[in-house]
């Protein structure tokens, strides 16, 4: 068995993530991805942030930003507003198009989500859940 050490850990992080993204984009690169998904929820449940709201939550520059919401603006999902009471704050909203693709987003992504979760049983989802919900609360330190 391999030794457990940061550099075996950070490899499989990163094979597990890049399978997750995979599958949950049912095997095709899927126009909305989770990082697109969670923009999204973030925009609906913070009732019109700011790019830079946007940028904060997600962990990246606004530079990176810029791209995404553009996509998402540019597919109708979200739309710029001015904010009311300075025109020079731009607000992101999230349209009726990106509400009903949230909520379909998010069942595609749940159902597959699913079906791999089923081949694990209850003392390793148990787990899994423990490391993981440990693990957000070192970082979050």
Not at 14 to 25: A, P, S, V, W
Not at 81 to 90: E, L, V
Not at 107 to 135: D, F, H, Q, W
């Given at each position: 068995m391999k030794t457990f050490n940061a550099d075996y850990l950070i490899s499989l992080i990163?094979?597990?993530?890049?399978?997750?993204?995979?599958?949950?984009?049912g095997g095709k690169i899927n126009?909305?991805?989770?990082?697109?998904?969670?923009?999204l929820e973030y925009i609906e449940e913070k009732k019109n942030p700011t790019m830079r709201d946007v940028a904060g939550y997600l962990a990246i520059t606004a530079s990176s930003t810029t791209p995404l919401i553009n996509g998402l603006v540019a597919s109708g999902q979200i739309k710029r507003?001015?904010?009311?009471?300075?025109?020079?704050?731009?607000?992101l909203v999230v349209t009726a198009k990106g509400k009903k693709n949230l909520?379909?987003?998010?069942?595609?992504?749940?159902?597959?989500?699913?079906?791999?979760?089923?081949?694990?049983?209850?003392?390793?989802?148990?787990?899994?859940?423990?490391?993981?919900?440990?693990?957000?609360?070192?970082y979050k330190k």
């Open positions: 990163f094979t597990t993530r890049k399978i997750i993204r995979e599958e949950m984009g126009p909305l991805s989770i990082l697109k998904l969670k923009t507003a001015y904010d009311g009471r300075d025109r020079r704050i731009i607000r909520k379909s987003g998010y069942r595609a992504m749940s159902g597959r989500l699913k079906k791999v979760l089923k081949k694990l049983n209850e003392s390793e989802l148990r787990n899994l859940a423990n490391i993981l919900k440990k693990l957000s609360n070192i």
